[in-house]
């Protein structure tokens, strides 16, 4: 989940003076990032040390990652000749992708038999960073968007989904095991806008990873704030979901028809309780999961900054044990 690494002390002295974009972008920083949570808590995959606008930055998207705030936009993509000029950047080409997929081909050939999880984007929270042209609250002017010029939100989206596609894509191609699509901001929609604006999109780029689940590659879909839209998200081809720490598994699960597997739903706010409290959330989390035709345990969402990695360790030896 986003910032493992971000509570540990081996990841701030290895970032120490190089932009989180920069560093995304460097192989080998890249690969001994996503190398780091893995040593030290012993946990059973690795995620690839990146960021859902990398695929933006790659096809010349004038952004950055500024820290405590998160993406920011040179400028906001609003109207019809923004989308065209995007556009006009083309899709991602494999030399654009070369860093990443350098990045990832380091990471598998230095976990041996840890499987290594790729990850993007999903078009709507792409979008709704690029519309706003950085962090929103409810991000009102993309869900304004959408209605006021579905045409131009149409391009725009198709737009994203390919350039995010194609990011997956290069992942696998280089040797990760499983996706994941990140539709963080999702959860602002209500269903009818999920199904008429947003799927379709998210169908697409999950289309571009689609002929390697006959290989096995797992495509995974994560939101937030989602309990209404989780079998809209699966209906667009995900194998797997995502469930934030809003939603018990076992109702997740009833919810999805009892045949979906499930990942997450430890919450990240109990990482600071007493670890009697803990404990009886994740043995709690972990009881309700085994509901479900299978169970990826993991965070809610990502790991508050100030968490003490020693935690992190526990929970991970404690789901071992059980
Ligand atoms: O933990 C990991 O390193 C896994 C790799 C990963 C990162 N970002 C690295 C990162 C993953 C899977 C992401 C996905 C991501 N990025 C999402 C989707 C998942 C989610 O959390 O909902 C989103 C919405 C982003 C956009 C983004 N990038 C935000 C909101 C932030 C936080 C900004 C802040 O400082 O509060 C980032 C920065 C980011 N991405 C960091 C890391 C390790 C922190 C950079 C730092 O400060 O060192």
Not at 200 to 207: D, G, N, Q
Request: net charge negative; aromatic share 4%.
């Amino acid at each position: 989940m986003r910032q493992a690494g971000r509570s540990l002390p081996e990841y701030r002295a290895a970032r120490e003076g190089t932009a989180m974009l920069e560093a995304c972008l460097d192989p080998a920083l890249a690969s001994e990032i996503t190398l780091q949570p893995v040593r030290r808590h012993d946990v059973d995959a690795a995620i690839f040390f990146s960021d859902i606008v990398v695929p933006l930055k790659l096809a010349g998207v004038d952004v950055e990652i500024k820290p405590g705030v998160g993406p920011v936009m040179g400028s906001a993509v609003r109207t019809a000749e923004d989308v065209a000029r995007l556009r006009d950047l083309g899709p991602l080409t494999a030399e654009q992708l070369a860093p990443v997929a350098e990045g990832v081909a380091r990471t598998v050939a230095a976990l041996g038999s840890t499987p290594l999880i790729g990850f993007a984007g999903a078009p709507f929270t792409l979008a709704a960073y690029l519309v706003e042209g950085g962090p929103s609250r409810d991000h009102l002017a993309a869900r304004t968007l959408m209605h006021a010029d579905p045409e131009t939100w149409v391009a725009l989206t198709e737009w994203a989904a390919d350039v995010t596609g194609a990011f997956l894509r290069a992942q696998v191609l280089a040797g990760a095991s499983a996706t994941q699509l990140f539709d963080s901001w999702a959860g602002s929609l209500g269903l009818a806008d999920y199904v008429a604006h947003v799927a379709p999109a998210s169908a697409r780029a999950l289309s571009h990873v689609e002929d390697l689940a006959a290989d096995g590659v797992r495509r995974v879909h994560f939101g937030t704030g989602t309990s209404e839209l989780l079998v809209a998200m699966r209906d667009v081809g995900a194998d797997v979901i995502g469930v934030d720490y809003r939603l018990p598994l076992d109702e997740a699960n009833r919810r999805l028809g009892g045949r979906t597997p499930l990942q997450g739903n430890i919450d990240p706010a109990l990482l600071e309780a007493p670890w009697p409290v803990l404990e009886a959330h994740v043995r709690d989390v972990v009881a309700r999961g085994a509901q479900a035709p299978s169970h990826v345990v993991n965070l809610g969402h990502g790991v508050p900054p100030t968490t003490d990695p020693d935690v992190l360790t526990r929970v991970a030896r404690l789901v071992h044990e059980i």
